[in-house]
């Protein structure tokens, strides 16, 4: 999801300037969700802006210290222990996003909780079997098993999007609603994601241009979900279903 591990290995200047503009963005956006009181009512969005900045200006940080092995190690560690947690908060965030959509239904809501929770278990086993069947240890089983929540995430992030887009109008939603805006920034999560589906000869061969399409991919993320805080909600018209 962010993309700091990439400026050490490319310190490349348009790599570097998108890293900025994603901390940038990213703390926009977390000042925007607490200008709005609405730090309780997202916790994990909260939390997954937090991260994003303090990631991205670490690794910004790092790239004028001499690395040592030891340093090295730490920084590896820190870097995927982070996109973990990061990760596993937006599943979180995905969650509260169809809890909010379907608010007015309670039978709709539970049902809808239901799926999401068997959907995750389902993702969870197979990305267990898969780490598990790779045989790796260490660094790599760590990397592996985060490589796999960025699937589950991204396949979750996309489920959730679809099912917002297709009940707003039944549900009584406007289109320039909070709810339209986070699920188009779940839509950008999604392509930000996406280069872990890439083959690694691909990924080695052209590593820069993946970067950076990851990193405009996050910051279309972020000015979704600030534009989002930034809109005044809509009356919504509740309609029967």
């Known amino acids: 999801m962010n993309g700091f591990g990439f400026a050490g290995a490319f310190p490349d200047a348009l790599i570097v300037a998108l890293l900025c503009v994603e901390a940038v963005l990213a703390l926009i956006a977390l000042i925007s969700l607490a200008r709005k009181h609405l730090l309780q009512r997202y916790k994990s969005l ?3 802006l937090a991260l994003m900045f303090l990631a991205n200006a670490f690794g910004l940080v790092i790239r004028y210290v001499p690395l040592s092995h030891l340093f090295y190690k730490s920084y ?5 222990l982070t996109e973990a947690v990061e990760l596993i908060l937006m599943l979180v965030f995905c969650s509260e996003v169809l809890k909010r959509m379907f608010s007015s239904l309670p039978e709709l809501q539970s049902l809808s909780m239901r799926i999401f929770r068997w959907v995750l278990i389902l993702g969870i086993a197979l990305s267990a079997v898969l780490v598990f069947l790779m045989r790796w240890d260490g660094p790599r089983l760590l990397a592996a098993e985060v490589i796999q ?3 589950l995430e991204e396949f979750v992030a ?3 999007a679809v099912v917002v887009f297709a009940s707003m109008r039944t549900l009584g939603f406007e289109p320039r609603t909070r709810l339209f805006g986070f699920s188009l920034g779940l839509v950008f999560s999604v392509l930000s994601v996406g280069p872990t589906f890439l083959a690694d000869e691909v990924r080695m061969k052209h590593p ?3 970067a950076i399409l990851v990193s405009v991919a996050i910051c279309a993320q972020l000015v979704s979900w600030i534009a989002a805080l930034s809109w005044p909600e809509p009356v ?4 029967s279903v």
């Open 46 to 48: 909260a939390v997954i």
């Open 76 to 80: 590896f560690y820190s870097y995927w």
């Open 149 to 151: 929540l960025q699937r």
């Open 158 to 160: 996309f489920f959730t």
């Open 208 to 210: 820069q241009s993946i």
């Open 236 to 239: 919504r018209h509740v309609v």
